[in-house]
């Protein structure tokens, strides 16, 4: 197998899993909206129909990441939408809301927040926006 052939199959896992990521968030977005209101910070406007609308956004992202035409796109769109949830984020730490099923503690909140990041290089990497850090010059 060869190191293109190693690279094509990492990203098609790494897709997978990130799409299922999504659609995980995207039924608690649609399924449990008065839980992610308390985490939405006052700026937002209309935060019910935000919540609403960033599940069904999820939803199709996650469809178009595995979906070849679609996947640069998918891949930007989602790694802007990671940098655009991280204040709710940092509402949810710093507020200490609690929600069910997850800990209201910095064990949690902490290395969430750290790896924000990550998830936003996640979604680039493995839809071929980016190739960093594995392409050897």
């Excluded at 990203?11 to 995980?24: E, G, L, Q, S």
């Excluded at 700026?43 to 609403?52: A, G, K, L, N, T």
């Excluded at 996650?62 to 709710?88: E, H, N, Q």
């Excluded at 790896?115 to 996640?122: A, C, D, E, K, R």
Aim: one cysteine or more; glycine letters at 4%.
């Amino acid at each position: 197998m060869t190191g293109a052939d190693r690279s094509d199959r990492l990203r098609a896992i790494m897709r997978w899993m990130i799409a299922v990521f999504y659609v995980a968030a995207g039924v608690v977005h649609l399924a449990a909206p008065e839980q992610l209101l308390r985490i939405t910070p006052a700026w937002v406007p209309f935060p019910p129909q935000v919540i609403f609308v960033t599940g069904l956004f999820e939803f199709a992202c996650s469809v178009a990441l595995i979906t070849k035409p679609f996947r640069f796109w998918a891949g930007v769109a989602m790694a802007a939408y990671a940098v655009c949830v991280w204040p709710a984020n940092f509402k949810h730490a710093i507020d200490g809301v609690s929600l069910p099923y997850v800990t209201n503690s910095w064990f949690y909140h902490g290395p969430r927040l750290a790896l924000q990041p990550l998830i936003v290089w996640w979604a680039l990497y493995s839809a071929r926006v980016i190739d960093w850090p594995m392409r050897k010059n």
